[in-house]
């Protein structure tokens, strides 16, 4: 059972004339009881604090795998765990990647009262990454220990391709907070792509998605997690800046390769040290460029998505229902829409709509330019870090893009010389 | 060689110093938004839980159908309460009723779930079985026409996922779905 159940007796109390009865109420005569009717009652709390309390645990676990033991035995450990636990034990909800929405709510809507576990989910893989890098993304995340689990065999993908796939993330977090913040939709639990694995049911068109990501996860390590995850895009700004750095090997590198050929992620970068050196005063003039660049791109963002924020505030339900309306009345004919029927049964007025619908668009027009200010900065940023001179003399982690699944440890050379 | 090293030397630093300053950045970032946070989140008394307003529900029949459960987590919940005990129930027979008999096609429940018991004349004790119930919400409009309003629908917590994000409250109609705290797990009808 999902949940123990604690049954919830009613307090039979005199009850008042019903407001809305047409008929009497029975005088009974036999001395008939009314029955006692129980509903089972939730105990999310002992779970969600069980849930805490294995993430922290999961990740400590991997920190220590991937700094301390440098073993992948333990992540991959941690990896089945999570799957079957937080995959298809706990059905999934709530995951750190939807969470990221529920804070923006509560940053921007006072109204809505953020729940206490809610807020531990988010901020304990950040705080994590923060200190040891990726360690939620290694194997605690169930959807990307599912994708790892499938992997068998990585194929190398161009790095223009990569890169420029690599902003998709980017827009998708833009458009989740956006959509978040505005109370229209949690459009990350909505396109999860394996929830309905882990449920083993749901929308037909995500489950087929979450099959084809895991069908291409076979061969191309971890698709959603690098190129769709929104999570993964804001714990790698953490990641490529934590406290503590995950290294291949302690004993130093001896350039043999095979890390960067066993890494899922593509995260371990080449030394230089044999490449073509660029012309100095060329790169430095790309570099101040793409700098110029910056606020323009930013700007350009937030003018972008700012400008179709009136045809992004259609995702919000009362400005949906405003259409609807103007719909019906258009064509009067055509059969009832419930949402119209069911404004019109419960009293509301069209003016009470329209202030609400231009309070909606007021709220899309400002985070619109937020958002897409947020995107066209990530993509300038992207281009400066890309066309910044690398001084790597060795095999080195990126540890921005780096997952910590731990592969590399087996295949470096140099801690097996170790172990013997 | 001494140009080469300054030429390696140089960066290296600059490096190391927008690192820290990241770093810096990435950590205070963490502890203000932390903070902030902290004062916001509620512990157990945070609405966490879906719940059906029954005032606002107008039995659209889309909780049958939207729920990402096979079977819906919503429910008929009956106040026994309210209920009128009638004979011609509005929710356990169709309208267009000729005899009352529990022949298939004079009742209402497309799935059987509701079912009567006789108590004394005129009365009968209606009970609906959740096991047999999709939530279709058929014989909640029935009895909301031509009756008291004793049933009516209800999310089911033992049932319920309780998904970040409601899929029925997305396309209810009249937005009834809607987030509670524990202390008000149920929305009911008779003890309100």
């Known amino acids: 059972m999902k949940k123990i159940l604690v049954f919830l007796t009613l307090v039979l109390s005199q009850l008042q004339a019903w407001a809305e009865a047409r008929f009497p109420k029975p005088d009974f005569t036999s001395g008939y009881q009314y029955p006692d009717i129980q509903h089972p009652v939730p105990y999310e709390q002992f779970w969600n604090g069980l849930d805490v309390v294995l993430l922290v645990a999961m990740m400590s676990v991997v920190a220590w795998a991937t700094h301390k033991k440098q073993s992948r035995k333990a992540i991959f450990g941690v990896s089945v765990f999570s799957v079957l636990y937080f995959g298809f034990y706990r059905n999934g909800c709530v995951c750190s990647l939807g969470s990221v929405q529920n804070v923006v ?32 993304c290694a194997g605690v995340c169930p959807l990307g220990a599912l994708q790892e689990l499938v992997n068998v065999k990585n194929f190398r993908i161009n790095k223009a391709v990569t890169s420029a796939l690599s902003i998709i993330p980017w827009i998708y977090l833009a458009f989740a907070m956006l959509y ?17 694995i882990f449920r ?29 995850c929104p999570y993964g895009a804001l714990l790698s700004v953490f990641g490529s800046v934590s ?18 050929h066993c890494c899922p992620v593509d995260a371990l970068r080449p030394p230089y040290a044999n490449q073509v050196k660029e012309d100095r005063l060329k790169g430095v003039k790309r570099l101040l460029m793409y700098f110029i660049m910056l606020p323009l791109l930013t700007l350009a963002g937030a003018l972008f998505v700012g400008s179709n924020s009136q045809a992004l505030s259609r995702a919000h339900k009362d400005v949906h229902l405003y259409d609807l309306i103007q719909l019906q009345e258009a064509n009067p ?52 870090r ?32 170790k172990n013997q | 060689m001494a140009e080469d090293k300054n030429i390696k030397k140089s960066p290296m630093s600059r490096r190391e110093f927008l690192r820290k300053c990241g770093s810096a950045l990435a950590g205070g970032s963490i502890l203000a938004t932390g903070g902030v946070l902290a004062t916001k989140a509620k512990g157990s008394s945070s609405d966490l839980f879906w719940q059906i307003d029954p005032t606002m529900c107008t039995q659209c029949g889309r909780c049958e159908t939207e729920c990402v459960l096979p079977v819906s987590a919503v429910k008929c919940f009956h106040a026994n309460k309210v209920c009128g005990y009638c004979d011609l129930c509005g929710g356990y027979y169709r309208p267009s009723v000729k005899d009352l008999n529990t022949a298939a096609e004079n009742l209402m429940c497309p799935t059987g779930a509701i079912t009567r018991k006789f108590v004394e004349e005129p009365y009968f004790e209606y009970t609906i079985d959740e096991n047999l119930c999709n939530g279709c919400g058929k014989c909640v409009k029935g009895c909301t026409s031509f009756g008291n309003g004793s049933l009516f629908l209800q999310i089911q917590q033992d049932l319920c996922l309780n998904c970040n994000e409601c899929k029925i409250s997305r396309v209810c109609v009249s937005g009834a779905i809607q987030r509670v705290p524990y202390e008000a797990a149920y929305k009911l009808k008779d003890h309100a």
């Open chain 1, 386 to 417: 890309l066309s910044v001179k690398r001084t790597r003399k060795t095999y080195e982690i990126d540890h921005a893009a780096c997952v910590a699944c731990g592969k590399c440890f087996d295949y470096c050379p140099q801690n097996l010389k």
């Open chain 1, 180 to 196: 978040a913040a505005t109370r229209s939709q949690f459009i990350i639990c909505r396109l999860d792509p394996f929830i309905g």
């Open chain 1, 243 to 260: 406290v503590k750095k995950m290294e291949v090997t302690h004993k130093g590198c001896i350039d043999c390769k095979l890390c960067h």
């Open chain 1, 200 to 228: 083993l049911g749901g929308d037909i068109g995500l489950i087929t998605f979450g099959v084809i990501l895991l069908l291409i996860s076979v061969f191309v390590g971890r698709p959603f997690c690098q190129f769709l």
């Open chain 1, 105 to 136: 709510l509560a940053l921007t809507d006072h109204t809505y009262h953020l729940p206490l576990y809610v807020l531990l989910i988010f901020l304990l893989p950040v705080i994590f990454t923060f200190l040891f890098g990726r360690v939620f």
């Open chain 1, 333 to 384: 004919d055509m059969d009832p829409i419930l949402e119209v029927t069911a404004f019109n049964e419960m009293g509301r007025t069209m003016e009470e709509l329209e202030a609400q619908v231009q309070e909606v668009q007021q709220k899309f027009r400002i985070y619109g330019y937020l958002a897409g200010a947020l995107i066209g900065f990530v993509l300038g940023f992207k281009l400066i």
